[in-house]
């Protein structure tokens, strides 16, 4: 039989009933109040990555279009915004306090400029 991790979580509780706290965690240290929302955050990730695949699929059917130039920026735009996206969907759900505020703006950010991009791709392929 395994011997349980020194950092799992200890479950008990204090004679009133309510958790007693971790000695592997400081409690001066903010708890993480975000943890939730990783699943919405990863959705809209693999929704710009889909448009991406989307774009990448009629870039590669385009051939010498006299607009593949114009095609190609909105593309890396796309992949910048959802390397972008990435980068804070991957930090935002453990951040807390002003780090948690500063991700936020740039996932907004990025999510805006995804959203920009792939409005300027249908308006140019339709």
Request: aromatic fraction near 6%; charge should be negative; hydrophobic fraction near 25%.
């Amino acid at each position: 039989m395994s011997e349980p991790s020194r950092h799992s979580e200890i479950v008990s509780q204090t004679p009133d009933g309510s958790p007693a706290p971790n000695p592997y965690k400081s409690p001066t240290y903010p708890q993480r109040v975000h943890l939730q929302e990783r699943g919405t955050l990863e959705e809209s990730l693999r929704s710009c990555e889909e448009r991406i695949r989307t774009i990448r699929q009629k870039l590669d059917t385009l051939g010498s279009h006299p607009q593949r130039e114009a095609y190609e920026r909105i593309y890396h735009q796309m992949l910048g915004a959802r390397d972008q996206m990435a980068e804070t969907v991957r930090r935002m759900p453990v951040e807390t306090g002003s780090l948690y505020d500063e991700d936020k703006e740039r996932y907004e950010q990025a999510v805006a400029a995804c959203d920009r991009a792939y409005g300027r791709w249908e308006a140019m392929s339709h």
